[in-house]
């Protein structure tokens, strides 16, 4: 077979996407490798997916056992891995009940559409989704148009009635906004592609208070911040408020699509018999090895791990700014953190992706001016100063402008 390149891609792909022009093979643990045996220390973690890094050998093992077992039964038939993983589950987090599916965005469609029809059945007037502006909780229509970025549901003809976006952190707005016709509010803890912007412990707490006060739910998109991300099994338990209905997918397989929604007895009864259903969520395969994940991920040891990795990549962050003076803002929780470029840095974020690949480096964008670093958890010393020291390098050609 002939050795594939971006011109293959470009013919047959549709082209909604602008990936780089090397193709990557092969993988292990915080690297990765293209087809000319480049070596490139990985900060991006497949947007927060990988969370054990490349190939780790626990998921390698539970997938080629899981592999000569059972593939799949659908939902007419019970199999064994998914119920273990919805134990692990629950009993790790507030949740009761679990509902799997394949990815975030088939998470927070199944959220949304809960809330709904759980508030619906007390008051059919109850249909208000509020949201915030520069969130993002998938690409189906639903979601997308939820997601508080009009630049990725604009173009697509009418979109859902009876949603509302807010300003992200401002209390008074939401004081206002929130009324009995409020179902759900749904936020992310931590903006992702909004610009990694943490959401304020007063602010959630605002938004749990009134939501008890209009009996609407309050939906945490976690699938970003789950699994790990932020030093904690789910970003909540370091915030001090717990959601009615959690979502969760990247990190949870380890880089195999899963997607679950996490909620309450009494919000899952809203989920009569064939009210809503995915033919490949609780997959035997996806659940199998999200069960690894979950069994080394969810251990003390490991989280105080993480927040010790944290702690270096921040560190090394803000030295290389004390270098180069380049980010106006660095910011996040646990291994999810946003470098904000100064304003008098004419290149883009994405022009910054482009320029670190071509030193051997991967990072991701969270918006225009923000460079996103989600390494795997377990990344190791020499990858992270590896990984630190090619993103100075190529910082250190980039000269911004400084208005005098």
Sequence with gaps: MKQISRVDFDEFHTPNYCPQNKVIVSGRGSYVIDQDENEYVDFAAGIAVN??????????KTIIKQ???????SNIFINEPVLELARQLTEATFAEKVFFANSGAEANEAAL???????????????????FHK?????????????GKPEYSDGF????????????NDITAFETAISERTCAVILEPIQGEGGV??????FLASIRSLCDRHNALLIFDEVQTGVGRTGSLYAYMQLG?????????????????????LTTDAIASALTVGTHASTFGGNPLAASVANTVLSIVNNTNFLTSVKEQSEKLFLGLNEINDRLDIFNDIRGMGLLVGAELVEGVSETAQDLIRYCFSNHILITAAGPRTLRFCPPLNIEDKALEEGLKRLEHTLSNIKPTRNT
């Design 197 to 202: 912007v943490c959401a304020t412990k007063e």
């Design 241 to 261: 408020v717990v959601p009615d209905i959690l979502t969760t997918a990247k990190g949870l397989g380890g880089g195999f699509p899963i997607g679950a929604m």
């Design 67 to 73: 592999s000569n077992k059972l593939w799949h039964t």
């Design 113 to 131: 559409k809960t809330a709904r029809r759980y508030a619906c059945n007390q008051d059919s007037n109850k249909t208000e989704i509020i949201a």
């Design 157 to 168: 003809g009418p979109k859902p009635p009876g949603i509302k976006h807010l300003p992200f």
């Design 135 to 147: 969130g993002f909780h998938g690409r189906t229509f639903f979601t997308v148009s939820v997601g």
């Design 51 to 60: 969370c054990l890094g490349h190939c780790h050998p626990e998921l390698t």
